[in-house]
């Protein structure tokens, strides 16, 4: 085993280091395992419950008329995640998109937007018009509120009480901290926070964006109230197959508005051809379980690596899981490209180049970036990127296999041993 991940360029000393690490860890990723043969259970009878079978993987084109493939797989979602209806297309171009058509979908002209737990993701800071935007929600008149976490994560309920209005239509809850130093919540947490919510105002709808959290748990946010539970295809439920697409579970009525939002009033869900993508989408979603498990090993392993070196994680080595997203502070611009070359070096895509700090729309300083994948942009494979400014923290997440994971974040610290930037003598 060591001769080959030398052969990968991993050093005996790196190895080790991460094999001494890995020993502490069998119990968590038993754990992680359980989840996932639960979540493979319900995938698999959601398959079976909707009798599929080789038609359903056929391309439809054109207008899409009696796609039944197309249909079997919303059902496959809807009973996976507990609800009444759901619309999962290719023609959802990502989570921003699937986010954006659901917010779309439901508000009118007068309405109110509440976040509950602070800001939301940057790429909705536009769609919302939170920052000035042709065709934001703000131009159409719905207007936007927020109430913030208090300063240790927790939900401000005064604050949150004090911000629903008559007005209120929607609330979004993101699950995820994204790119944020807040803590990303559990789904009985979101539980809570919706039951409150309605307990406010019973008519209040809630969405949540539940990019990054798929089958972390055992259950998703739609079996703890949520009127709408929305997510990106080229992350966790994709499984790294699905080559696009985005998907919202939820309510009839709901998922209605979706569709009519997408296609057109009138025609609804009864339009969109496949264009042949069903097969990935299938078993992706098939796949999922086990992937998001090994990503969530190998964000654990990274955790439990770095903090013993001294850098701080968030979630820290120990905490429980709610996504599959790993911060970690590496302090210095310097570490942050090793780490990123590491990850990059370890990538069956793209190996060869070196990832170089560059200024990106929207960000305010250079931005990192470091993947290799098969799916541009897929963030279910193993990817890392983060800001350089301070704290000089990189956020890593995926790996369509555990031991990829595994392979990324030793070649990270192989390229910050190298360099002189760690030292692994204080073990
Ligand atoms: C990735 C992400 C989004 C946006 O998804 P894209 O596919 O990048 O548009 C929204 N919210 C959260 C929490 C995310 O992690």
């Given at each position: 085993?060591?001769e080959m991940?030398?052969?990968?360029g991993v050093?005996r000393?790196?190895y080790?280091?991460g094999q ?5 860890l069998?119990?968590r990723?038993?754990?992680i395992?359980?989840?996932a ?8 009878r959601?398959m079976?419950k ?6 359903c993987f056929a ?6 008329y009696?796609?039944?493939?197309r ?5 496959v979602?809807?009973?996976c995640?507990?609800t009444e209806?759901a ?10 998109h699937a986010?954006?058509?659901?917010l ?13 737990v602070?800001?939301?993701?940057d790429t909705?800071?536009?769609v919302?018009?939170i920052?000035?935007s042709?065709g934001?929600l703000?131009?159409y008149?719905?207007t936007?509120?927020?109430?913030d976490l208090?300063?240790d ?7 949150i009480?004090a911000a ?14 994204g790119?944020?130093t807040?803590?990303s919540?559990?789904v009985?947490?979101i ?11 019973p008519d209040v709808l ?8 798929e ?5 998703e946010?739609s079996d703890?109230?949520?009127d709408m ?5 080229i992350?966790?439920p994709g499984?790294g ?6 998907y919202?579970c ?9 569709a009519?939002?997408l296609?057109a009033?009138g025609?609804g869900r ?6 042949g993508?069903?097969?990935s989408m299938?078993?992706g979603?098939?796949?999922a379980?086990?992937?998001?498990a090994g990503?969530?090993?190998?964000a654990?392993?990274?955790a439990?690596?770095?903090e ?5 994680c968030?979630?820290d ?6 996504d599959?997203?790993?911060?970690v502070t590496?302090?210095s ?8 070359l ?6 069956p ?19 990192i ?7 541009q ?7 890392a990127?983060g ?6 923290a990189?956020?890593?997440?995926g790996?369509l296999?555990w ?7 030793l ?6 041993y190298?360099?002189?930037?760690v ?5």
């Amino acid at each position: 085993m060591q001769e080959m991940y030398e052969a990968l360029g991993v050093s005996r000393k790196v190895y080790s280091f991460g094999q001494a690490v890995l020993t502490g860890l069998r119990e968590r990723f038993a754990a992680i395992d359980e989840t996932a043969e639960y979540n493979q259970a319900k995938v698999l009878r959601a398959m079976q419950k909707n009798k599929l079978s080789g038609a359903c993987f056929a391309a439809s084109t054109g207008y899409g008329y009696n796609d039944l493939g197309r249909e079997a797989l919303e059902a496959v979602y809807a009973d996976c995640f507990h609800t009444e209806s759901a619309l999962v297309r290719p023609q959802i171009t990502c989570g921003t998109h699937a986010l954006a058509l659901a917010l779309g979908a439901v508000l009118r002209p007068g309405d109110e937007l509440l976040s509950p737990v602070g800001a939301p993701y940057d790429t909705l800071e536009e769609v919302i018009g939170i920052r000035p935007s042709p065709g934001s929600l703000a131009e159409y008149g719905v207007t936007y509120r927020q109430a913030d976490l208090k300063p240790d994560g927790s939900f401000d309920y005064d604050a949150i009480r004090a911000a629903i209005t008559p007005r209120t239509k929607l609330i979004t809850i993101q699950r995820s901290k994204g790119y944020a130093t807040r803590p990303s919540f559990s789904v009985e947490a979101i539980g809570r926070l919706i039951a409150f919510c309605k307990s406010v105002k019973p008519d209040v709808l809630c969405m949540v964006d539940n990019c990054y959290g798929e089958f972390v748990e055992r259950t998703e946010p739609s079996d703890v109230g949520a009127d709408m539970t929305v997510g990106s295809l080229i992350k966790n439920p994709g499984g790294g197959l699905a080559s696009a697409g985005g998907y919202i579970c939820g309510t009839a009525d709901c998922i209605e508005a979706c569709a009519r939002r997408l296609t057109a009033p009138g025609l609804g869900r009864e339009v969109g051809a496949n264009l042949g993508q069903l097969p990935s989408m299938y078993q992706g979603f098939f796949l999922a379980p086990t992937v998001t498990a090994g990503a969530l090993k190998g964000a654990i392993f990274a955790a439990n690596i770095y903090e013993r070196l001294g850098f701080a994680c968030v979630p820290d080595a120990t905490e429980p899981r709610h996504d599959i997203i790993q911060a970690v502070t590496l302090g210095s611009p310097e570490r942050m490209e090793a780490f990123c070359l590491g990850i990059q070096a370890a990538a069956p895509v793209d190996s060869h180049v070196t990832p170089v700090p560059w200024p990106m729309p929207g960000y305010d300083s250079d931005v990192i970036m470091a993947a290799g994948a098969f799916v541009q942009g897929s963030s279910i494979e193993l990817s890392a990127d983060g800001p350089i400014r301070p704290p000089y923290a990189v956020y890593f997440q995926g790996g369509l296999t555990w031991y990829h994971a595994k392979t990324g974040i030793l070649m990270s610290l192989q390229k910050l041993y190298e360099r002189g930037l760690v030292d692994l003598k204080e073990i």
